[in-house]
């Protein structure tokens, strides 16, 4: 089984539509949970990060950690196709080292 | 805002050629990485490094070595590449107000 796992998708949504992405883990030492978007040919880059269990807002992206489920999700609202990409969630105990999902592709068709 | 960069985007190389990837970042960030990134299978540590001169295996260092001479610069090397490496290749830095990692545009390599 592995530490982190996250449904590949492909999730196709229509524009204006809620989104919602999920984690789940094994190992309830994780203290540190992020979420990275990565547009297709390029690097991954920071979109959301929270620490320990509880909510996180920025804009119209939403981050929720319940850590009693070991279960984290992203939520997006008023999608948009600019928000077509793979998310990845990751994870970390707090030292260096990051454990991620496989990522979920997302499309949000105009 | 953070910038890594890597030495190229795309690459194409011959079974058991040597393969230098660069990356370096200008943050003065002490910890870098190297990680793979392959359809189902995610991203992959390969090594990263706490300081100059200083590295730690990843999840998967078979078949690679890392250098760091200098503090921005971390470079991954494929002593004698097979066709197994083909993939896309990420670097990153550690630091900031999060302690959180960035990352480069990454290389795609192709091991003919």
């Known amino acids: 089984q592995k530490e982190v796992e996250q449904d590949p998708g492909p999730l196709s949504v229509p524009e204006g539509a809620i989104v919602s992405l999920n984690c789940t883990y094994s190992?309830?030492?994780?203290?540190?949970f992020m979420w990275y978007r990565q547009y297709s040919r390029k690097g991954p880059e920071l979109l959301m990060y929270?620490?320990?269990?509880g909510n996180k807002e920025d804009g119209r992206f939403t981050a929720q950690v319940d850590k009693s489920s070991k279960y984290i999700s992203l939520f997006i609202r008023d999608s948009q196709p600019s928000d077509s990409a793979t998310y990845l969630c990751?994870?970390?105990?707090?030292?260096?080292?990051?454990?991620f999902g496989t990522g979920t592709r997302l499309t949000i068709i105009p | 805002d953070v910038k890594v960069t890597q030495s190229s985007r795309y690459l194409v190389k011959r079974t058991g050629e040597k393969v230098f990837l660069e990356c370096v970042q200008d943050?003065?960030?002490?910890?870098m990485f190297w990680y793979r990134q392959d359809p189902g299978l995610g991203l992959r540590l390969i090594y990263f490094?706490?300081?100059?001169?200083?590295?730690e295996k990843g999840d998967i260092p078979e078949g690679y070595s890392v250098s760091r001479e200098k503090k921005e610069r971390f470079s991954l090397i494929l002593e004698s590449a097979s066709t197994n490496q083909t993939s896309m290749y990420l670097c990153?830095?550690?630091?900031?107000?999060?302690?959180?990692?960035?990352f480069g545009p990454g290389t795609r390599l192709l091991v003919l």
């Open positions: 990153a830095s550690r630091g900031g107000l999060l302690e959180t990692q960035y």
């Open positions: 190992n309830s030492a994780f203290q540190y």
């Open positions: 929270t620490y320990s269990s």
């Open positions: 990751a994870m970390s105990f707090g030292n260096e080292k990051l454990t």
């Open positions: 943050m003065d960030h002490e910890n």
């Open positions: 490094s706490y300081d100059v001169k200083m590295k």
